[in-house]
């Protein structure tokens, strides 16, 4: 059981370079979120998906798009980077809410992006 | 949306000394409040948690409380070890908006030896 994992873990891109982030969950969770964190900063929600098929926007989803098309896996992309996205992606996933509680949040280990 | 602030950003302690994180939130709706602890260059690790119908939470040293009312929720961690070291960050979610995390800021705490 490799929980959430994420890849590359590591990405330097040039200004208006393409790519795609990859997170994976072997948990069976319906529930997967992209955040990014800034330097000295929380984490901040930019997309996520209640299930397959399914995406919504977090907080801040200028950018970046995303796609749910196997329950397990969540894709991040940037179409054209910018060095404002510079910054250390998670991906996390959670089980849907039961009985109206909410659940943990389990975190992959991370990407560390670069813009240049 | 809900807004999380989280105080101290710093906060050093020595070693076998009590440390307390505080965090306020503006949705009363939000019902689910976890806090994380990351390590540098690691993910963030959930610590503790506690859910809107209990006012207090202890697993070995480490506690949380929450004020409904003041819409506030407070981590405290006894008898601080080197180890203890780390960013600490408060949430808060409500469990009709899709689970969705708010974070706090963060809180750097040191416990010198």
């Known amino acids: 059981n490799a929980g959430v994992t994420q890849t590359p873990k590591f990405r330097v891109l040039k200004t208006g370079q393409s790519m795609t982030l990859l997170c994976a969950q072997d948990?069976?969770?319906?529930?997967m979120y992209w955040y990014r964190q800034d330097p000295g900063m929380g984490l901040r929600l930019i997309h996520y998906?209640?299930?397959?098929?399914?995406?919504a926007k977090g907080e801040v989803p200028d950018g970046y798009n995303v796609s749910r098309l196997k329950k397990q896996n969540f894709l991040l992309g940037l179409e054209s980077a910018a060095p404002s996205q510079t910054s250390v992606y998670f991906c996390?996933?959670?089980?849907?809410?039961?009985?109206?509680?909410?659940?943990?949040?389990?975190f992959g280990p991370g990407t560390r992006l670069t813009v240049l | 949306g809900e807004n999380v602030e989280q105080h101290p950003s710093t906060l050093s302690v020595q070693e076998g000394d009590s440390a307390v994180i505080k965090c306020t939130y503006s949705?009363?709706?939000?019902?689910?409040f976890p806090w994380y602890k990351q390590e540098l260059g690691k993910r963030p690790q959930l610590i503790i948690d506690?859910?809107?119908?209990?006012g207090e939470k202890k697993d070995q040293r480490i506690a949380v409380t929450l004020n409904k009312t003041a819409k506030h929720f407070s981590l405290h961690i006894t008898e601080t070890q080197p180890e203890d070291s780390a960013v600490y960050f408060c949430?808060?979610?409500?469990?009709?908006?899709?689970?969705?995390?708010?974070f706090g800021g963060g809180t750097r705490l040191m416990v010198k030896p």
């Open positions: 948990m069976n969770h319906e529930y």
């Open positions: 996390a996933s959670t089980l849907e809410e039961e009985r109206g509680d909410t659940d943990t949040q389990y």
């Open positions: 998906s209640v299930g397959e098929g399914t995406t």
């Open positions: 506690i859910r809107s119908n209990v």
């Open positions: 949430a808060a979610s409500w469990v009709r908006a899709g689970n969705m995390l708010t």
């Open positions: 949705d009363s709706a939000s019902n689910y």
